[in-house]
């Protein structure tokens, strides 16, 4: 069973259609990252799945259960991180952490979870005395300390130094390996690539790809790009067969390519047979970034069809 269901979902404030027919799923134990520009639909997305937005239209379920019907159990088994949360400044780290954990049944220790998003030193702090940072990672921790099955986080990480990201990434993580489905929105490429089994890509409303990392990269028809510099080994009247198509720049040559063996292959057998070295040669995958600025500069709609790269 999906553990996130999203169908043809359309959203309208007003007369403003922001949500165009968005679909896509979530299977138990997933990642899924919702990735996409400011203002592209990603938080109405998710706040419909929690069961804080009405929709206008499409159907919607979370474990397997409508949001618009969702009781107190079925609440009881998500954990949700929204982009700014309401919790009181007066209360100490340790005593927000007791008094969500005393809403479920079965929490997480709260010593426990302080540990875990590295508040451990501020348990005695009032929310009102800590950082930015500080004070998403009690979100945080409040998202997790029910266990939950399906885990939300809208943004979790902005505002977070580099350090405090690595921690918030080796959290999900955790729970991911444990089973919890989560679905999180982000803005960070690399956090999309490094935590998610699947991104979902939204621009404008619209799911412009929704595929794993790697295979976000290959429907774009970015390849690996091979670079070095002709020369001895390689000259200009060798790019034919697997090295036509090398983009020329001076000296230095560059080939996207699929076929990486084949492409090197051909440049170290050409070097070896005129006994020189080939010169500056690099094999670098596309990047992530890349991907995402292609993707959403270019969304690949058609008579207003919106074409979707899927596994
Ligand atoms: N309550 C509302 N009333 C009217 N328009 C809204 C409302 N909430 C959001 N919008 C509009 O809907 C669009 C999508 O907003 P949404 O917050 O879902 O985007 P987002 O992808 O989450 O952006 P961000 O990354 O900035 O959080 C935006 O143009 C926004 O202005």
Redesign the pocket.
Known sequence: MDAISVRHLVKR??D?E?VHDVSFTGRQGETVAVL??????????VEILEGFRDRTAGEVTVLGTDPRDGGPHWRAQLGIVL?STGLDAELTVAETLAFYGSLYRKPRPYAEVMESVGLTEQAKVRLGQLSGGQLRRVDLGVGIIGRPRVLFLD?PTTGFDPAARRQAWAIIEALRAEGTTVLL?T?YLEEAQRLADRVVV?AD?RVVADDTPDGIAEHVGLRTEVTFRLGAAVQRSDLTGPLSGAEVDGEQATIRTAEVTRVVGALTDLARSRSAELAGLSVTPASFEEVYLRLTTHPAKENGETEVSHV
């Open positions: 404030y007003g403003r922001v996409g520009a400011n203002g592209a639909g990603k938080t109405t997305t982009q943004e929105t803005h939204i409303g």
